[in-house]
C-alpha cells in the first residue's frame, strides 16, 4: 500500500501460548507493513514476541474471574476500547475468541461505533457447548447470536465452523472461511534444535502436543496407548496446563510411567516432533488444529480424532465434511482419522500406523506438501483483503 496506512485494532484476551495467540502472532509480523496495527489486550500475558511498531493498549483485566463479575465488566471494558478506537481514529476492529467479540458487539451496538467490526471465529460453537449446562448452552448461544449478528464480517477458519454458525445459529452476518496460517520457515528452523530427552533408535515414538486440557482428551489417549503396552512404542506428551496431574496420575495407575514422558511446556515442540515417528491429536473439538499443520511441516504421518471441525478438511479434504469416522478408522489421503471419546479405533489406529511402514511413509511423503498450503506467506493475503473491506 502506499500512502498513510489503515488503521487495525487486533483484539484479544492475551498473546499466551495457543492456536488463536498464534495466528495474531503471526498477523503481527506479516501484516505491520501494510497496516498500522493496535493490538488491545485483556489480560498482560505475552509469551510470543510483539513487533516494536506494534502499539500496544493494556486493558490490564484479570484472566481467570467470576463468571458474573466477567459479564458486568463488560460494557466498562467496552467503553475503554471505545475512547480508544476514537482517540486514535481506528476504523476496523478485529476481535479473536468470544470476550473481545462480545466487547467489540456492546461497542457496535450501544456507544455508536461507526467502524467496521470483525469477529474470528476459530471454535465449533455447538460442539464446544454440548458439554456445559442447559443455562450455559442458552446463554452462550445468546452471545454468539447477539454478537455476530452486529459484525460487518466473520472470518471462521473452517468450513465446518461456517456451517455450523449459518445453520445452528441463523447468522446473517457474512462468513468468510480463512484457514490458519503457521510459519513453515520457522518451523523448519527449529527443529534443528537438539531435544534433551535422547529417542531410542528401535523405539517407536508416539507424540502429541498441545494444552492440558478436558476438551482435548489427553486421557483418552493415555488409554489407547495402554492397549498398545506391550508393543516397543513410548509416547510423548509436550505441554502443560489443568489436566496435567489427573494425566500423570492416570499414566501412574496403568502402570506406563516408564512409557509415557510428560515433556512439560516447550516453546519448541518442534524439536520433539521431527524425531517422532507419528503425530496423535486426540481432542473432543477443535476450530482448526494448528498442531496437525505443524506436524505435517516436521514431515510426521498424523492420527487424529474426526471431531466436528477441522481434522477432517486437514487431513481428507476430498470427502464429505459433514461425514465422521463411526466405529473405527478412516485412512485419509493426508492421515487416519478415528471416531471422537472411541479409545479402542484409537488404539487400532496407533497400531496400524506401528506396522504398517509403506503407509507411513506414504503420508510423510505428501506431509510437507500439504502443509505448504497454509503457510503465512500463502494465507495473508487473504486476512489483508478481508481486513483491508475489499
Known amino acids: 500500500m502506499n500512502g498513510i496506512k489503515p488503521k ?12 488463536a495467540e498464534r495466528v495474531v502472532s503471526l498477523l503481527l509480523d506479516h501484516l505491520k507493513d501494510d497496516f498500522e496495527i493496535h493490538l488491545a489486550l485483556y489480560s498482560n500475558y505475552v509469551d510470543y514476541t510483539i513487533p516494536p511498531e506494534i502499539k500496544v493498549f493494556n486493558l490490564h483485566q484479570p484472566l481467570i474471574q467470576n463468571k458474573v463479575t466477567r459479564f458486568l465488566k463488560l460494557p466498562g471494558i467496552s467503553g475503554k476500547v ?4 476514537k482517540k486514535n481514529n481506528i476504523n476496523t476492529s478485529v476481535a479473536f475468541l468470544y470476550r473481545p467479540c462480545y466487547i467489540n ?25 454440548e458439554s456445559h449446562s442447559a443455562i450455559y448452552r442458552m446463554f452462550s448461544k445468546f452471545m454468539v447470536m447477539y454478537s455476530y449478528k452486529r459484525a460487518h464480517l466473520i472470518l471462521a477458519n473452517s468450513y465446518a465452523i461456517q456451517t455450523d454458525l449459518i445453520e445452528n445459529f441463523r447468522i446473517k452476518t457474512p462468513v468468510r472461511v480463512i484457514y490458519n ?41 493415555i488409554q489407547a496407548f495402554f492397549i498398545l503396552k506391550n508393543l516397543p512404542c513410548k509416547l510423548l506428551i509436550v505441554g502443560a496446563g489443568a489436566m496435567e496431574e489427573e494425566l500423570k496420575q492416570k499414566a ?21 516432533v521431527k524425531r517422532s515417528d507419528c503425530f496423535v491429536l486426540s ?25 466436528s471441525s477441522g481434522p477432517r478438511e486437514l487431513l481428507a479434504p476430498d470427502t464429505d465434511l459433514h461425514h465422521r469416522a463411526i466405529n473405527n478408522y478412516e485412512v485419509g489421503e493426508f492421515g487416519i482419522l478415528t471416531p471422537v471419546k472411541d479409545v479402542i479405533s484409537l488404539a487400532n489406529a496407533m497400531k496400524k500406523m506401528y506396522e504398517d511402514a509403506p503407509l ?6 505428501k506431509a510437507a506438501r500439504r502443509a505448504e498450503q497454509f503457510d503465512v506467506d500463502e494465507i495473508k493475503q487473504y486476512f489483508h483483503v478481508a481486513f483491508a473491506g475489499l
Open 252 to 272: 501412574k495407575d496403568l502402570g506406563l510411567m516408564d512409557k509415557i514422558i510428560f515433556c512439560g511446556f516447550d516453546k519448541n515442540p518442534f524439536k520433539y
Open 105 to 129: 458487539a456492546i461497542m457496535k451496538s450501544f456507544l455508536g461505533y461507526r467502524g467496521r467490526v470483525i469477529m474470528c471465529e476459530g471454535t465449533h460453537q455447538t460442539t464446544m457447548q
Open 360 to 365: 507411513r511413509n506414504q503420508f510423510a511423503a
Open 8 to 19: 487495525l485494532l487486533i483484539f484479544i484476551n492475551t498473546l499466551q501460548t495457543g492456536g
Open 82 to 85: 471505545y475512547r480508544y478506537c
Open 283 to 307: 481432542s473432543n473439538v477443535e476450530g482448526f488444529p494448528n498442531v496437525l499443520i505443524e506436524a505435517l511441516a516436521c514431515g510426521k504421518p498424523v492420527i487424529s480424532t474426526d471431531c
Open 181 to 221: 496460517p503457521v510459519d513453515l520457515q520457522l518451523i523448519k528452523s527449529n527443529t534443528a534444535e537438539e531435544p534433551d530427552l535422547v529417542f531410542e533408535k528401535d523405539v517407536f515414538h508416539f507424540i502429541t502436543v498441545g494444552n492440558l486440557r478436558k476438551e482435548k482428551n489427553q486421557l483418552l489417549l
